[in-house]
């Protein structure tokens, strides 16, 4: 019983830990465009950070805006 109720612990304590890392926010948008004339592309818009802050990280949070024909 002592196994279960450790098991469980370690799953919610992992969970949370997962969470409070992927909460960071996000640094910028990756917005993709469809062009009629060349297709789609993307472009970075990123937020006001300093450069330093961005180059210690391992990985960083965008989010994506889809401003061309919706998808079906």
Do not use: W
């Not at 409070?20 to 950070?49: H, Q, W």
């Not at 961005?54 to 919706?70: A, C, E, F, H, S």
Request: glycine share 10%; hydrophobic share 45%.
């Amino acid at each position: 019983m002592a196994l279960i109720i450790g098991i469980c612990i370690g799953l919610v304590l992992g969970i949370l830990a997962t969470l409070c890392v992927l909460r960071k926010g996000a640094i910028g948008n990756l917005v993709i465009i469809d062009d009629p004339d060349d297709g789609p592309y993307m472009f970075l818009e990123i937020s006001k950070t300093e450069i330093e802050e961005l180059r210690i990280q391992p990985t960083v949070k965008l989010n994506v805006v889809d401003k061309g024909k919706t998808h079906k």
